[in-house]
């Protein structure tokens, strides 16, 4: 006879579950708070209801960051057909990735962009030094772009994905034991 241990802290919570109803609850103009508070007790698992809800955009941070996110969008589409039209076209669709994440507005990637925005600045640098062709413009335009689009990225990422507050508190439970609990507080 042979039995089977399932570890019920280990199991993997739906984060894509998660982020519906935390996007429901979003557009419905509760507070990232008063949604953790919620999510938690449905999910079980306060750590990773805290680091979905922590990158889902409220409405007002949609509408606040909506001149930057702009600003970053008109970065990457000369980027694209600059790609598209010089490299080659698998490139072109890291592109089109990161247009979508900005358009469709998933903070959770924007650091992502600024990783490769960094990556494309110093690959722009690096062929502004070695390169004999004649199209420097195109370089110097690169150069220019993947500048501010690793700006842009970066501060929304800061602006859309703010750092979750953790502190520990003791407890006692119903066995009269003293335990430690993390509380997530949300910086609106």
């Given at each position: 006879?042979?039995?089977?241990?399932?570890?019920?802290?280990?199991?993997?919570?739906d984060?894509?579950?998660?982020?519906?109803?935390?996007?429901?609850?979003?557009?419905?103009?509760?507070s990232?708070?008063?949604?953790?508070?919620?999510l938690?007790?449905?999910?079980?698992h306060?750590?990773v209801?805290?680091?979905?809800?922590?990158?889902?955009?409220?409405?007002?941070?949609?509408?606040?960051?909506?001149?930057?996110?702009?600003?970053?969008?008109?970065?990457?589409?000369?980027?694209?057909?600059?790609?598209?039209?010089n490299v080659?076209?698998?490139?072109?669709f890291?592109?089109?990735?990161?247009?979508?994440?900005?358009?469709k507005?998933?903070?959770?990637?924007?650091?992502?962009?600024?990783?490769?925005s960094?990556?494309s600045?110093?690959i722009?640098?690096?062929?502004?030094?070695?390169e004999?062709?004649?199209?420097l413009?195109?370089?110097?335009?690169?150069?220019?772009?993947?500048?501010?689009?690793l700006?842009?990225?970066?501060i929304?990422?800061?602006?859309?994905?703010?750092?979750?507050?953790?502190?520990?508190?003791?407890?006692?439970?119903?066995?009269g034991?003293?335990?430690?609990?993390?509380?997530?507080?949300f910086?609106?």
């Open positions: 006879m042979s039995t089977c241990n399932v570890d019920t802290s280990a199991q993997k919570i984060k894509r579950a998660v982020r519906r109803k935390a996007e429901v609850f979003l557009k419905q103009g509760l990232k708070q008063e949604i953790f508070e919620q938690k007790q449905e999910f079980q306060a750590k209801v805290a680091k979905v809800l922590k990158c889902a955009p409220t409405p007002n941070q949609k509408k606040k960051y909506r001149g930057l996110n702009v600003l970053l969008f008109f970065s990457l589409l000369p980027m694209l057909i600059l790609v598209a039209y080659e076209l698998n490139a072109s890291i592109y089109v990735f990161m247009l979508y994440v900005v358009v507005v998933i903070p959770r990637f924007y650091i992502a962009i600024t990783t490769f960094f990556l600045l110093v722009s640098s690096i062929m502004f030094f070695f004999t062709n004649p199209n413009w195109a370089i110097w335009l690169m150069l220019g772009l993947n500048t501010v689009s700006v842009l990225s970066y929304l990422n800061q602006k859309f994905c703010p750092n979750v507050e953790e502190r520990k508190e003791k407890y006692i439970d119903k066995q034991l003293t335990r430690m609990r993390i509380i997530y507080t910086t609106e």
